[in-house]
T-cell receptor
Framework: KAGVTQTPRYLIKTRGQQVTLSCSPISGHRSVSWYQQTPGQGLQFLFEYFSETQRNKGNFPGRFSGRQFSNSRSEMNVSTLELGDSALYLCASSTGLAGGVVDTQYFGPGTRLTVL | TQLLEQSPQFLSIQEGENLTVYCNSSSVFSSLQWYRQEPGEGPVLLVT?????EVKKLKRLTFQFGDARKDSSLHITAAQPGDTGLYLCAGARGSNYKLTFGKGTLLTVNP
């Protein structure tokens, strides 16, 4: 079974631009979560989508948004980029159906975004 | 405010040594997970602990969840160079889909 894939792997943008990152979950998984990883703050939760609906949300400004398609693929968009948005953006997929059992999240390799 | 504090932040040891890394919080978690992340890759789940006082062993790795479900430790016996990586703990409070991560312990095992 193929793992979680993220595209692109590397991206360079300038301040003020906007960017869209893509995540394809493991086949059959309906939940996709997004995280931002920086050396200073570590991994921070952005949001989680399940069946095309945002189910959980972290404490990031409205410039960060996402969506999920009917095939469970997800995109994350950051508008009006700032220097501090430079980070590794990770997505993770899971079945989304915990049912009282802890649901394993499988992470992709990430997209390295550099804002100049 | 970082809800999960990991220590030490960096650890460099020789092959064959034992080590313990810690993950502490003032908050209670419904479950706690340990991940290892290698350069250029995403985190890979090592173990999930859900019961206070639980101990899980995975070959040379031993994981413990505190009785009060606020802290956890990871002990590695006879470390090998292949154990090198960033070890992350992550806690879930209620929803398992909104993990809170510690900043990680960067372990280097020298041959």
């Amino acid at each position: 079974k193929a793992g979680v894939t993220q595209t692109p792997r590397y991206l360079i943008k300038t301040r003020g631009q906007q960017v869209t990152l893509s995540c394809s979950p493991i086949s059959g998984h309906r939940s996709v979560s997004w995280y931002q990883q920086t050396p200073g703050q570590g991994l921070q939760f952005l949001f989680e989508y399940f069946s095309e609906t945002q189910r959980n949300k972290g404490n990031f400004p409205g410039r960060f948004s996402g969506r999920q398609f009917s095939n469970s693929r997800s995109e994350m968009n950051v508008s009006t980029l700032e220097l501090g948005d430079s980070a590794l953006y990770l997505c993770a997929s899971s079945t989304g159906l915990a049912g009282g059992v802890v649901d394993t999240q499988y992470f992709g390799p990430g997209t390295r975004l550099t804002v100049l | 405010t970082q809800l999960l504090e990991q220590s030490p932040q960096f650890l460099s040891i020789q092959e064959g040594e034992n080590l313990t890394v810690y993950c502490n919080s003032s908050s209670v978690f419904s479950s706690l997970q340990w991940y290892r992340q290698e350069p250029g890759e995403g985190p890979v789940l090592l173990v999930t602990v859900v019961t206070g006082g639980e101990v899980k062993k995975l070959k040379r790795l031993t994981f413990q969840f505190g009785d009060a479900r606020k802290d956890s430790s990871l002990h590695i016996t006879a470390a090998q160079p292949g154990d090198t990586g960033l070890y992350l703990c992550a806690g879930a409070r209620g929803s398992n889909y909104k993990l809170t991560f510690g900043k990680g312990t960067l372990l280097t095992v020298n041959p």
